[in-house]
């Protein structure tokens, strides 16, 4: 087989310096050439087969080597299980094959043909089942084992011949695929898609890092999704309002999923989550009792625990909620509300596999306590806390929000995030960030914040600056909050941490 190897690269090399088209790693050239080899695959077309049952383990592999049958002769082909399929009920396609460059490529094909167990490894034709659904992309992969690379183009197609890459154990094509999805620019159209594609392809390592960014993607698309049950001041505001509207309702149902089950979702509270669920179902269903069925998958994806107690009451009566799953959901939502620490700790415990709907989001906005004041100038007082659990639990791309307040007609909200040092040092930062647009188009401002201190038993002051808030430029941001390390900020003996609290007072005063 080196020998062969070495004999392919040969020609190979000849073959690069007669062309510009193929690389020296390329093995294109010989791609479904019989003359460079020396196998025949051939697929076995089966529309009852299920290629995503296929355990791909290499002592277990449940492919038929089998010599080579000639289509002529009214045979027919008899699986490992001893099921009989007739020749002229499953379509057949032959690939030649070189058992060099495919045993190279994958481990899987360097045991079908090096033997290990493989019943009739040495035979000329090997049968290989497939559905009709993966014939395409077989060829894909096979090509890619040649010319390393791929020539698709849709994100349906890189996810299904990375799945198909994964069966067949071909790592390089997989990775390729991975990167081919990366660098592809995501916008809604591409994120639903890339969730409807691997929403039944048992999505793992890697791959679930690209829906993963299809999700954040999803997320900060819909923001908060605020057009829900909001009151927009402006046309721009209305118009902005449609647009996301219609494009959650075209929300495939895996996308839905993802969005709704990601802890990430930033909703003031989870009534918003809901009274969007409920939106949905009635734009994609038809009667009650195809809603009910609806809400019977979904509605498991709502944290209702953490809606208030009498809108929780109100549920009861939605017909959409009808079914038992969906009351029994919104009655253990109540129990749970007046539960004691202990019982809540076993429920969370019970439900740990069904979509943490007993875990609060991160995305929740956090309370704020205001005071604004009009004379003698026109200024916003906010007291706010946090925790150091929630700053540990911190994503690195996570944030936490605290509600909204107006001054000066303008709506300002605080959030406090990770932020990276030079030398990968966590720090905490805290923005003040313009929401929506300003009546007045250009804001000058001026932000003092303090934290409480332990020792000290007041408050300390720890970050003056002066802004000018605008469309174009919405953000203040102090990107060293405490002064120290976030591994610093956790000890137990931390300054800033009171009753396991961290306490932070601000000023926002508008210059005129």
């Known amino acids: 087989m080196d020998d062969n190897y070495r004999e392919l690269a040969a020609e190979g090399e000849e073959y690069d310096h007669a062309s510009s088209f193929e690389p020296v790693s390329s093995f294109g050239f010989a791609y479904n050439d019989p003359r460079w080899s020396d196998r025949e695959l051939r697929l076995i077309v089966r529309s009852d087969f299920s290629g995503a049952s296929l355990d791909t383990s290499i002592s277990r592999i449940d492919i038929k080597c089998a010599v080579h049958v000639d289509p002529d002769e009214e045979e027919d082909f008899v699986d490992d299980d001893g099921n009989i399929y007739d020749q002229f009920d499953v379509e057949t396609v032959k690939i030649p094959v070189n058992s060099v460059i495919l045993a190279k490529e994958s481990p899987f094909f360097r045991s079908l043909f090096g033997g290990n167990g493989f019943r009739d490894c040495n035979s000329h034709t090997v049968d290989i089942h497939i559905n009709p659904e993966e014939r395409c992309t077989f060829h894909a992969m096979i090509e890619c084992m040649y010319t390393n690379s791929v020539s698709l183009t849709e994100v349906e197609e890189f996810i299904s011949l990375w799945g198909l890459a994964e069966r067949f154990l071909v790592h390089n ?288 002051h720890r970050f003056h600056a002066k802004h000018t808030f605008q469309v174009d430029n919405p953000l203040l941001r102090c990107a060293d909050l405490f002064g120290k390390d976030l591994a610093e900020l956790l000890a137990e003996k931390s300054q800033w941490v009171c009753d396991g609290r961290i306490f932070l007072h601000a000023e926002l005063s508008i210059r005129s």
Not at 279 to 291: D, G, I, P, R, Y
Not at 423 to 449: F, H, M, W, Y
Request: charged content about 25%; overall charge positive.
């Open 173 to 460: 094509c997989s990775q390729l695929c991975l990167r081919r999805l990366r660098d592809m620019p995501l916008d809604l159209d591409q994120a639903i898609r890339i969730h409807e594609a691997a929403y039944n392809s048992n999505p793992s390592g890697e791959l679930r890092s690209v829906i993963e960014a299809s999700t954040h993607f999803l997320i900060r698309h819909f923001k908060k999704l605020s057009f829900v049950n909001s009151k927009p001041t402006s046309k721009h505001s209305r118009e902005s309002n449609k647009e996301l509207l219609r494009d959650f309702v075209s929300l495939a149902q895996s996308a839905l999923r993802a969005l709704l089950a990601s802890d990430d979702l930033e909703v003031e509270r989870e009534e918003i989550a809901f009274y969007a669920l409920i939106l949905w179902v009635k734009e994609n269903t038809f009667s009650v009792a195809e809603s009910q069925l609806m809400m019977t998958q979904l509605a498991p994806l709502i944290r209702f625990p953490f809606m208030k107690p009498d809108v929780l009451s109100g549920l009861l009566e939605y017909p959409e909620l009808a079914s038992p799953t969906c009351q029994e959901l919104v009655i253990q939502a109540l129990k749970f509300r007046t539960a004691s620490e202990d019982m809540k700790h076993k429920l969370r415990g019970d439900g740990a596999g069904h979509h943490r709907r007993f875990e609060k989001r991160s995305g929740y906005l956090r309370p704020v306590n205001c005071l604004v004041l009009e004379q003698p100038k026109k200024q916003a007082v906010v007291h706010f806390d946090t925790s150091p659990a929630e700053l540990e639990a911190l994503q690195p791309s996570g944030h936490l929000t605290f509600e909204g307040f107006r001054v000066a007609g303008s709506v300002f909200a605080f959030q406090i995030h990770h932020v990276f040092t030079a030398s990968t040092r966590k720090k905490v930062g805290l923005d003040l960030r313009l929401c929506g647009s300003s009546p007045a188009g250009r804001i000058q401002a001026e932000l003092n914040i303090s934290v409480w201190s332990v020792p000290l038993m007041m408050f300390v």
